[in-house]
C-alpha cells in the first residue's frame, strides 16, 4: 500500500516511500499534486531512508511546496548569481535576499521595492487572480515595515481581435481576459487605498493561452524601522494574523511551476486565492503600528506555500528551528486536513515573530483593528521544524533539508540568429502614422488607467497621463512625493517582447535601455530596478537559453550603468501546448527626483525649438514599423551601458542648464510616433526628417526635447560626446513633415490613439 491511513482521530496518512519503486514515486508525485519530478522524489526517498521512517501528507507536500520553482528558483538562481546579482551600490541596505529590496531615500527614509508575477493564476480566474497578485506585493512591502505607496501592472495578453472560433480548446479570449485583469486590480488597489500609477500593456499572439500580469509595489519606511523577513531570538513566538485559512489557494506553487493544458481551467481552480481587500487594508495599518511601537522581531507575509514555508523560511534565514500548534490557525471552514491547512495560500495572512512579553500588546493592536490573531508556534534553538495537530506531532524535519532545496544548472541552447533587414520605404506615411497611433501597443490605455484611483493618498506628482484636461497624451514616468520633503520618485515599467522574441539578448537590453529613457525624461535620477522574468519550460534548452541570454543582457547593462538590481522574480512554465510566451524579461525602474518642482513632462508646450537626441540607425528588429508593414528584419537595436550612462548623465545635467518643456523617450513606432504623442496635448509642431529610417527606426538611446535655445541645447550635448541635431520647433496644430509631405491635425492623431483599445472594449 503506497497511503497508510495513521492512527491518529483525524485525516493523516503515511506515504510508503520507503518501499515505493520508480514507477510508484511518479505515481505518488502525480497523485498529491506534488510536480516534483522522479530525481526530486529518489531524494526525497534517501532522505526518509537516513531518518528511518517514511513521511507523512503533511511533510512531502511541505516539502513539494518549497521545492517548486516558484518558491526556490531551482532553475534560474544558477544563472542570476552568475550573471545579475552583487551590483555594488552604497545606498543599498538590502537586495534579493528578503521579500523586497530596501534603498536608501534620504537621510531619515528608505524606500521598498518588490515585484512579482500572478500569471497562471490570472490565466485560469483573471479577475481573482490578478486581485491576489495586487494583494500579495502589497504583503511584501509590508513585511519590511513600510507603508506601500504606489502600484504598477505591466500586463500581456493575446490579440484582441483573435476570433473566437480560433481560440484553442480552454483558452479564454484575450479580451474577456483583459476586462478581468484590470477590474481585478482595479478593485483591489482602489479598495486598499493604494495608487496604481504606472504598468503597461502589451498584446501578442504569444500570450493568448498563457496571458502575464505582473505586478509591482514601492512603499517607504524610517530606516530605523525596517523590519527583516526572519525570526527574532529563541523563545519568541510566532503570531499569525489576518484573513482565515481556507482550503483556496491550495496547491498554488506546484500549480504556477507547471505547464498550462487544456484541463487546468477545471483541474487547478482551487489554487487561485481569494483575496479580501477590505481586510488588507486594517491589517496593514495594524502591522505598522506594531512596527512604530518595536513590538516585534521579525514579520513575514504568507505568500507561496502558505505557512509550510513562512516559518521555515523565517526560521532558517535567523539560523533557529520552529515548533508549531496546527490546530491553533483559525479555518474558513470545518473538516480541513491537517496538510491542507498547513500548504493553503488563503490571502490577507501575516506571520509575526514576538518576544513573549510582547504577545498581549501585539495582540490588542490586532483585536482593535479587528484582525485576527493566534499564537501558533515559538522559536527553537535547533535547525528542526516540528508540527503538532491536537497533541499528536505530525512533521518533524531538517529545515535545511526542506528550505535549500534544489538547484539546477539546466542544460541550454542559444538559438543562431541571421541578422538581415529587408525594409524599404513605403508611400503612405500619413495613413501608416494613424496605423501606428491606433495599435493596442502604442494606443491610449487611457480605458484603463482611469478605472484606477492613481491619485489617492494624494502623493502622486505626475500622473500616468499628462497635458492638458481631457486631451492628455501618454507619459513616460510616474512621479510620486513619498514624504514631506520636495523629493520624489519616478517609476517606470518596460519590455519590448518582439525584440527579445527576435533576439533575447538585444532585446532584454533595449529594455533596459528604455527603462533609463523614460526615468531620464522626467528629470530623475535612475537610482535602482526589479525585474520580473517571464519564460516558458525552464526544462526545454531552447526556452532556457531564452532565459539565459535575457539574464547576461539584464547583468551586462546593469553593471555597466551601475545600477542595482535590488529585486525580483522568475515564472517559467508559462507555456502551453499551443506556444511558449514571447522572453518577457520585464523591467520596474526607479529614479530619485531632487525637486519634484523641476519635472518634465512629455507633450509640447508651444514654446521652443525640438532637438532629436541620440544616433538613429536602420535598426528594425521587433519594430512597429515592420509589424503594421509586414516587411521582415532581425536587427535589434544595439545599445551599451557605457553609452546610455553617458548620455543620460549627461541629460540629466542639461537640464539643470537649459529650460526644458518638455522631454519623451522614442520606443515602439519611433520618431514618429514618439513626435504623434507630444502633439496630442494639443501643441503641433514642425519638424524635418530625413527619410523613413528616420521617422520609424527604434534605435535605442534616444530623446525628443522641446527646449529654449536649441543650438546651444545641441552645442552643449554635443561638446560632451552626445549626438544631437535640432529638427523643427513646436508650434500651431498639426504634425507637420514638409520634407515627407506629412500634416496631420493633432485632433486626428488624438482620434486615432485614443480609439485603438475602446474599439474592442466599448
Given at each position: 500500500m503506497l497511503y497508510i491511513k495513521a492512527d491518529v482521530p483525524f485525516e493523516l496518512y503515511e506515504i510508503n516511500i520507503l518501499k515505493a519503486n520508480d514507477e510508484e514515486l511518479t505515481k505518488i508525485s502525480r497523485e498529491l499534486g506534488l510536480a516534483l519530478n522522479l530525481e526530486e522524489m529518489k531524494k526525497i526517498k534517501n532522505y526518509f531512508e537516513r531518518i528511518g521512517r517514511n513521511p507523512y501528507d503533511i511533510e512531502l507536500q511541505s516539502i513539494a511546496q518549497a521545492w517548486s520553482e516558484h518558491c526556490c528558483y531551482k532553475s534560474s538562481k544558477c544563472y542570476l548569481r552568475e550573471y545579475l546579482f552583487n551590483i555594488d551600490a552604497d545606498y543599498v541596505i538590502s537586495a534579493i535576499k528578503e521579500d523586497a529590496g530596501v534603498v536608501s531615500f534620504d537621510e531619515e527614509y528608505a524606500y521598498v521595492v518588490a515585484m512579482e508575477s500572478h500569471n497562471h493564476p490570472s490565466a485560469i480566474e483573471p479577475y481573482g487572480g490578478a486581485a491576489t497578485g495586487v494583494g500579495g506585493i502589497l504583503r511584501d512591502v509590508l513585511c519590511m515595515g513600510a507603508q506601500p505607496v504606489a502600484l504598477v501592472d505591466p500586463l500581456f495578453f493575446g490579440d484582441l481581435d483573435t476570433e473566437y472560433e480560433k481560440l484553442p480548446k480552454g483558452t479564454k479570449h484575450p479580451l474577456y481576459l483583459l476586462s478581468g485583469v484590470v477590474s481585478g486590480i482595479r478593485d483591489y488597489g482602489n479598495r486598499v487605498g493604494i495608487p496604481t500609477v504606472a504598468g503597461m500593456v502589451f498584446f501578442d499572439e504569444s500570450y493568448l493561452t498563457n496571458c502575464l500580469v505582473n505586478v509591482g509595489c514601492i512603499g517607504i519606511v524610517k530606516k530605523d524601522k525596517i523590519i527583516h523577513s526572519k525570526a527574532g531570538n529563541v523563545g519568541d513566538l510566532f503570531i499569525l494574523a489576518g484573513g482565515l485559512t481556507g482550503r483556496d489557494g491550495i496547491h498554488g506553487v506546484t500549480f504556477a511551476s507547471a505547464e498550462l493544458n487544456e484541463e487546468s481551467e477545471e483541474e487547478s481552480r482551487s489554487a487561485v486565492q481569494l483575496g479580501n481587500p477590505i481586510i488588507k487594508e486594517p491589517l496593514i495599518h495594524a502591522c505598522l503600528e506594531i512596527v512604530e511601537k518595536n513590538l516585534l522581531t521579525g514579520m513575514k507575509d504568507l505568500g507561496g506555500g502558505g505557512l509550510s514555508c513562512v516559518i521555515g523560511e523565517m526560521a532558517l534565514s535567523a539560523g533557529f528551528g520552529a515548533e508549531v500548534w496546527l490546530d491553533k490557525v483559525p479555518l474558513k471552514e470545518k473538516g480541513m486536513a491537517p496538510w491542507e491547512i498547513w500548504i493553503s495560500e488563503s490571502q490577507e495572512r501575516m506571520m509575526l515573530t514576538v518576544n513573549p512579553k510582547h504577545v498581549d500588546e501585539v495582540l490588542y493592536i490586532f483585536n482593535k483593528w479587528d484582525i485576527p490573531a493566534v499564537v501558533v508556534g515559538r522559536v527553537t534553538s535547533d535547525k528542526k521544524l516540528r508540527v503538532y495537530y491536537k497533541g499528536y506531532k505530525i512533521?518533524?524535519?531538517?529545515?535545511?533539508?526542506?528550505?535549500?532545496?534544489?538547484?539546477?544548472?539546466?542544460?541550454?541552447?542559444?538559438?543562431?540568429?541571421?541578422?538581415?533587414?529587408?525594409?524599404?520605404?513605403?508611400?503612405?506615411?500619413?495613413?501608416?502614422?494613424?496605423?501606428?497611433?491606433?495599435?493596442?501597443?502604442?494606443?491610449?490605455?487611457?480605458?484603463?488607467?482611469?478605472?484606477?484611483?492613481?491619485?489617492?493618498?494624494?502623493?502622486?506628482?505626475?500622473?500616468?497621463?499628462?497635458?492638458?484636461?481631457?486631451?492628455?497624451?501618454?507619459?513616460?514616468?510616474?512621479?510620486?512625493?513619498?514624504?514631506?520633503?520636495?523629493?520624489?520618485?519616478?517609476?517606470?515599467?518596460?519590455?519590448?517582447?518582439?525584440?527579445?522574441?527576435?533576439?533575447?539578448?538585444?532585446?532584454?537590453?533595449?529594455?533596459?535601455?528604455?527603462?533609463?529613457?523614460?526615468?531620464?525624461?522626467?528629470?530623475?535620477?535612475?537610482?535602482?530596478?526589479?525585474?520580473?522574468?517571464?519564460?516558458?519550460?525552464?526544462?526545454?534548452?531552447?526556452?532556457?537559453?531564452?532565459?539565459?541570454?535575457?539574464?547576461?543582457?539584464?547583468?551586462?547593462?546593469?553593471?555597466?550603468?551601475?545600477?542595482?538590481?535590488?529585486?525580483?522574480?522568475?515564472?517559467?512554465?508559462?507555456?502551453?501546448?499551443?506556444?511558449?510566451?514571447?522572453?518577457?524579461?520585464?523591467?520596474?525602474?526607479?529614479?530619485?527626483?531632487?525637486?519634484?518642482?523641476?519635472?518634465?513632462?512629455?507633450?509640447?508646450?508651444?514654446?521652443?525649438?525640438?532637438?532629436?537626441?541620440?544616433?538613429?540607425?536602420?535598426?528594425?528588429?521587433?519594430?512597429?514599423?515592420?509589424?503594421?508593414?509586414?516587411?521582415?528584419?532581425?536587427?535589434?537595436?544595439?545599445?551599451?551601458?557605457?553609452?546610455?550612462?553617458?548620455?543620460?548623465?549627461?541629460?540629466?545635467?542639461?537640464?539643470?542648464?537649459?529650460?526644458?518643456?518638455?522631454?519623451?523617450?522614442?520606443?515602439?513606432?519611433?520618431?514618429?510616433?514618439?513626435?504623434?504623442?507630444?502633439?496630442?496635448?494639443?501643441?503641433?509642431?514642425?519638424?524635418?526628417?530625413?527619410?523613413?529610417?528616420?521617422?520609424?527606426?527604434?534605435?535605442?538611446?534616444?530623446?525628443?526635447?522641446?527646449?529654449?535655445g536649441g543650438e546651444e541645447f545641441v552645442n552643449y550635448l554635443k561638446e560632451r560626446g552626445v549626438e544631437a541635431k535640432l529638427i523643427g520647433e513646436s508650434c500651431d496644430d498639426s504634425l507637420k513633415i514638409d520634407s515627407l509631405k506629412i500634416e496631420i491635425h493633432v485632433d486626428k492623431l488624438r482620434e486615432s490613439w485614443r480609439r485603438g483599445i475602446t474599439k474592442y472594449t466599448g
Open positions: 512533521y518533524d524535519l531538517d529545515i535545511d533539508f526542506v528550505v535549500k532545496a534544489v538547484e539546477y544548472c539546466r542544460e541550454y541552447k542559444v538559438k543562431d540568429i541571421v541578422e538581415k533587414d529587408e525594409t524599404t520605404p513605403i508611400h503612405y506615411f500619413e495613413n501608416l502614422i494613424l496605423k501606428m497611433l491606433e495599435h493596442p501597443n502604442v494606443a491610449s490605455r487611457e480605458w484603463i488607467i482611469r478605472q484606477y484611483d492613481h491619485q489617492v493618498r494624494a502623493s502622486t506628482v505626475l500622473t500616468p497621463l499628462q497635458g492638458m484636461a481631457n486631451e492628455e497624451t501618454h507619459g513616460d514616468a510616474a512621479v510620486i512625493r513619498p514624504t514631506n520633503s520636495w523629493k520624489g520618485l519616478a517609476l517606470t515599467t518596460d519590455v519590448n517582447p518582439w525584440m527579445c522574441k527576435i533576439n533575447p539578448f538585444w532585446g532584454t537590453a533595449s529594455s533596459f535601455d528604455e527603462m533609463i529613457r523614460n526615468l531620464v525624461s522626467v528629470n530623475s535620477k535612475p537610482h535602482s530596478f526589479a525585474d520580473c522574468l517571464n519564460f516558458g519550460n525552464p526544462e526545454k534548452p531552447d526556452r532556457m537559453g531564452e532565459f539565459v541570454e535575457c539574464v547576461k543582457a539584464l547583468g551586462w547593462m546593469a553593471k555597466g550603468f551601475k545600477l542595482p538590481c535590488v529585486s525580483g522574480n522568475v515564472s517559467f512554465y508559462n507555456e502551453t501546448p499551443y506556444s511558449a510566451v514571447a522572453p518577457t524579461p520585464t523591467l520596474m525602474g526607479i529614479g530619485i527626483v531632487e525637486d519634484v518642482r523641476e519635472l518634465v513632462t512629455s507633450h509640447f508646450k508651444g514654446k521652443g525649438d525640438i532637438v532629436l537626441v541620440g544616433e538613429t540607425k536602420k535598426e528594425f528588429g521587433g519594430s512597429l514599423y515592420c509589424r503594421i508593414t509586414k516587411q521582415e528584419s532581425t536587427i535589434v537595436p544595439k545599445t551599451s551601458p557605457e553609452k546610455l550612462k553617458k548620455y543620460a548623465e549627461t541629460m540629466l545635467s542639461a537640464f539643470k542648464q537649459f529650460r526644458i518643456y518638455a522631454c519623451h523617450d522614442l520606443s515602439e513606432g519611433g520618431l514618429a510616433v514618439t513626435l504623434s504623442e507630444m502633439c496630442i496635448s494639443g501643441i503641433g509642431c514642425k519638424v524635418r526628417v530625413k527619410d523613413y529610417v528616420e521617422l520609424f527606426s527604434e534605435s535605442n538611446t534616444r530623446w525628443v526635447v522641446e527646449v529654449s
